[in-house]
């Protein structure tokens, strides 16, 4: 597909930061950049329907470009983040590294961004940046007209939904909007998608038949054992079934499976199949949505590796033991550069304060060996940050750090200094002004 986007006229006005003055540029309904401390320049965002499983490519074949001297872009300032996580202003914030650049910025002026969906229509987005800018040499290029190629590759990963007897056929009330937002959407391709809709029962865990696909809803990460029965009483026809072709998805991915007693071909009583299931970590809901289906090709499957203990073997009198203990309490919609990051925290600290969080070991040694004590904190304003990290009242780290960013670091523990059962852990913020 060859799409041509016209770009409307840039509109420039002044802004002062640190006491230098910079430019503003905007362009009307698109837009911007939101790299802090780099040049904020228009962005554009547009949607391309595409199929089920399948990439989509841009490349741009040529523009209608004009060149600008003398320009300093005023740069994407710092948001301010106050207790409770919402955004409360911005201040400026200036990269010196990326301003010394003599490169233009963004390096490509059509780039492909989220894959996500709209409603039942599986869409990728087209973002286009009409306007780059070199910050060393001060120029700007300003692309008029942005002529360019969309490739689709692979597809269809899930089965063409049936669409079931009340849905409309011809008239899809949503595809006037579909048209407004979808650069090459044509009228009834919902339809032809294979998303089915909300079909799936409000139980965790029970499947429910919706055409040649079940729908599993789970809340807890864990192992899930789903049996003949389970799935009979979802409405799948277990007799006519070959189990071999059962393939289980999520967001759309194929997921290994483990499914017992499939090499006959029949799925028997006493037949199951395992997967590894993870909750939604989003702030609306635990539901994550799986998707059993049974028809065509055969699915993936889990390796399975002997690993009986053999006769040379010594009898183990201790072995290392890691323990994760992670509290997700508070939820943070605005977490700085926060893009696939964690905004589920345990809790806040704000200076001077500490906090106390008991962890239980059972069967330390309490020899002469070391643990790692391994932590995440996350910074939430710009300023210095003092973290003292004990356990049982032994100092383990003193960390001097900076800013919003996330924070891992491993610390050290002889294990003398942790007790079999009840333990401690102590995290102390003394406050900046102690550094
Ligand atoms: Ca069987
Ligand atoms: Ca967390």
Known sequence: MIA??????????????????????DLRGYGYTCEVGKPRLPAGGFLVAVPEGADLTVEVLDT?????????????????????????????YLETAAYSEDAYYPRDVASIGFYGYLREVRVAQLMIFPVQYNPARGTLIIHK????????????????????????SKQDPYDRIYGDLILNYA?????????????????????????????????????????????????????????RNMRLFNLGVELPILVVGEEDGRLDEGDHLEFFGLANTSEYSRTNVYWLTWSGASGKRMP???????????????????????EDHRYYSNVYRGEGKDHWFWEQLIAPCSGTYPVTL???????????VRVGLRGKTSTAHR????????????????????????LTCPEVHLIDGA?????????????
């Open 362 to 372: 059972p069967g330390v040694l309490g020899g002469s060996g070391t643990a790692e």
């Open 423 to 435: 333990n401690m852990l102590e995290i102390d913020c003394p406050g900046s002004g102690m550094r």
């Open 64 to 92: 209608e470009r004009v060149l600008r001297e003398n320009h300093r872009v005023f740069p994407v300032p710092e948001p301010v983040v106050e207790d409770g996580g919402k955004s409360t202003g911005e201040r400026f």
């Open 145 to 168: 007209k942005i002529r360019l190629t969309l490739t689709v590759s692979g597809g269809t990963l899930l089965p063409v939904r049936h669409r079931p007897a009340h849905a409309p």
């Open 304 to 326: 399975e590796v002997p690993c009986g203990p053999g006769d040379t073997l010594a009898t183990l009198e201790h072995f290392m033991e890691s323990l994760h203990i992670e």
């Open 187 to 243: 009228p009834g391709q919902a339809q032809r998608s294979g998303i089915s809709p909300g079909l799936g029962g409000p139980h965790p865990g029970t499947p429910r038949l919706s055409g040649q696909a079940c729908k599993i809803l789970i809340e807890t990460d864990g192992i899930y054992e789903i049996t003949r029965r389970d799935l009979a009483d979802g409405g799948v026809p277990v007799d006519a079934i070959d189990p």
């Open 387 to 410: 973290t003292r990290v004990s356990i049982n009242g032994t100092l383990l780290g003193d960390l001097h750090w900076d800013g919003m960013e996330e924070l891992e670091r491993t």
């Open 4 to 25: 041509e986007i016209t770009i409307p006229d840039i509109m420039t006005s002044p802004a002062t930061g640190n006491g230098q003055v910079f430019q503003k540029i």
